[in-house]
């Protein structure tokens, strides 16, 4: 348990990222599709109640959404992953933003890929993850919800996610406050906190 991820706080949420949050420093990306239990596992690992409430106000569904650790840290919700409501320009827009996120952000240190475990590896993870080896950025991932299925099956899952891909992988439940530790090392080791 790292109680410096306990102090986290909302900084702001745009689509102008580039212009309104300087590339410096560290940060680390979350991205899973609606529902996948992104909030409540930012919540979980900065151990606060509703802390990623402010990725769901509306108006921010399409926007990065930053969260300062400290003066030199964040983290990076990008809600709007997988599904798109929005009208065609909008869209546009926002994929785009993503794009060039991935792309060209010096900062981004390390991306945490969150999967139902009930449902992982859905065409739209596969795309993510092969985006991110292409890109050459360090990926993990969480899979969420793990309390919904027994040990056994659970770890299965966790293997084929692993051997599959040769992913780093997880389980994680916010429910049940597993894997918060295992969250806490990674984010460790990409923000370079010894
Ligand atoms: P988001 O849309 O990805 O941000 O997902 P939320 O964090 O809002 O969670 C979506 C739904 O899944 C909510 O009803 C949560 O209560 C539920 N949920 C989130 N994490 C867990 C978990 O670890 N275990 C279980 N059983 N339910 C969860």
Redesign the pocket.
Known sequence: MNPLYHRTQFLLSTLEFARDVPDTGFEVAFV?????????????ITNQKAL?RA??TPGRTQQLVFFQVDAQRRLVDL?GYGFAKASGQAQERWRKALEDYFQHRKCLKGVFL?MDIRHPLTAIDRLMIEWCHRLQRPLHVLL?????LNYGPAKNTLLKVQQSLGLSCQL?????K?GIDSAHAMLDRWFEIE
Not at 32 to 42: D, E, L, P, Q, T
Not at 172 to 176: C, P, R
């Open positions: 899973g599709r609606s529902n996948v239990g992104k909030s409540s596992a930012i919540n979980a990623a990725s769901k809600p969150l969420t919800k793990a309390d919904k994680f439940s916010a429910t049940q597993l």
